[in-house]
């Protein structure tokens, strides 16, 4: 199978390199990316072949993967949309939506819309997709399988859905940072070394993550479990519901959806 990305940023490389990790050949995949440092790093690393704009080899693949900045998103498809025969196009453009891009590329209708998040940098990253109506059985297993090489995968089958999926999980690792961030002042405050107050705070989310994964129980039973009555837990918790730290989260969530449809309406203008 071969593989066109469509821009050779972050997400492009965290896909790349984890479908070599999964074994997929450097010599199927190739890069369009216009910036020509971009295109070397990209080489030297991957072994890929990089070019400034759509060629034949994006002409002759089976995948077009298109990870450029949504502002980009219309310019690029322009330029792509001569050379689409018959491939499965696979965008992971913020906000643009499946059927805006299928106008720019001509009514192209084989077009499978993906938000993933940035722990794919890690390989750990999770993907929602939306199919349109076209897309077969098939489309969908080379997607899950691209997008599953950085992570899990979860499929919604309507596409307004995707504001709130953009909402928790596509910003959503900025939420966590910026609570590990309070965490980890607090710790300073309190008189721990800064570097004894990041390990703590990063260790502790990610241990409580991991068991919220792994754990059949809510994650309220398993909070319940943690805090004893009248103990240190139990007044830190206290101190959150009287700040209404829980009501200010979900609004905060709310406003991200709201922003991605915003965005959706702004950036799908012709």
């Known amino acids: 199978m071969k593989i066109a990305f469509i821009g050779g940023g972050n997400m492009a490389s965290a896909l790349i390199g984890g479908l070599l990790r999964k074994g997929y050949a ?10 020509a440092g971009a295109r070397e790093r990209l080489a030297a690393r991957f072994g890929v072949s990089s070019h400034a ?16 900045k949504p502002q980009q998103l219309h310019a ?14 696979v965008t ?11 106008r720019w590329l001509g009514t192209y209708g084989r077009i499978v819309r993906a938000m993933p998040n940035t722990a794919a940098l890690v390989l750990a990253g999770v993907s929602v997709l939306y199919p349109m109506p076209s897309v077969t059985p098939e ?6 399988r691209i997008l599953g090489a950085v992570g899990s995968t979860l499929w919604i089958e309507h596409e307004d859905l995707m504001d709130a999926v953009t909402a928790v999980s596509g910003s959503g690792p900025a939420y966590v940072f910026f609570f590990i961030e309070a965490l980890e002042q607090a710790g300073r405050d309190l008189g721990l070394a800064p570097s004894d107050a990041r390990r703590l705070s990063v260790e502790t989310f ?11 129980e809510e994650p309220a039973v398993l909070r319940a479990r943690v805090t004893s009555k009248g103990g240190t837990t139990e007044r830190a918790l206290r101190s959150m519901e009287a700040g209404n730290v829980k009501a200010l989260i979900i ?3 709310r406003q991200a959806a709201d922003r991605s449809r915003e965005l959706g309406d702004e950036l799908g203008q012709d």
């Open 26 to 35: 450097a010599q199927d995949i190739s890069v369009v990316e216009v910036d």
């Open 53 to 68: 704009v759509p060629d034949a080899k994006t002409a002759g693949s089976d995948v077009v993967l298109v990870a450029v």
């Open 76 to 89: 690029a498809a322009e330029s792509l949309r001569p050379l689409l025969k018959s491939q499965l196009v």
């Open 92 to 102: 992971i453009a913020a906000g643009i939506r499946s059927g805006d891009l299928s």
């Open 139 to 144: 489309d969908r297993q080379v997607a899950e």
């Open 206 to 216: 990610f241990g409580a993550a991991q068991l919220a994964r792994d754990s059949e």
């Open 251 to 253: 609004d905060a969530v």
